[in-house]
């Protein structure tokens, strides 16, 4: 029992983790834009940006709940612990911010959009492709 809720504290970690990137990878990503910080303009950088957010917009319109949170979840049931009911984001905000009855379609549009502001800066501060080595 122990063994699972030490497993799902860790999936929670990581699932926090990945939504932290996502929020300070566009943050960073502007900032950097402006500043001319050249790493903002790492390829690999910002396609695990975008991939990370893509996959958190397809999710809200498939209405597909992440992985992460199906995974935290069953561990919490075989540690014997309390889930939650849908997403991992809605959770959060509800227990955090106090918001019990915010809409499904209200995050889906909340992701959509952000979704669209990592687009915008691959338009305005294109990823740079990694160069070769010259021998």
């Known amino acids: 029992m122990l063994t699972y809720r030490i ?3 860790l999936v929670l970690f990581l699932h926090f983790g990945v939504v932290l990137f996502v929020i300070f990878g566009l943050l960073v990503t502007v900032v950097g834009l402006i500043a001319r910080w050249a790493w903002v303009r790492n390829f690999w950088f910002r396609l695990a940006h975008l991939i990370c ?20 979840n069953w561990l919490r049931r075989k540690a014997g612990d309390a889930t ?23 995050f889906t549009v909340c992701y959509s959009v952000f979704g669209a502001l990592v687009l915008v800066t691959f338009i305005f501060g294109p990823p740079r492709w990694p160069r070769r080595k010259s021998d």
């Open 7 to 9: 497993l799902a504290d």
């Open 53 to 72: 957010i893509g996959v958190v917009v397809a999710q809200a319109w498939l209405g597909v709940i992440c992985p992460l949170t199906t995974l935290e």
């Open 84 to 106: 939650y009911e849908g997403s991992f984001v809605a959770h959060w905000v509800g227990e955090v911010l106090f918001y019990d009855d915010v809409e499904p379609w209200v």
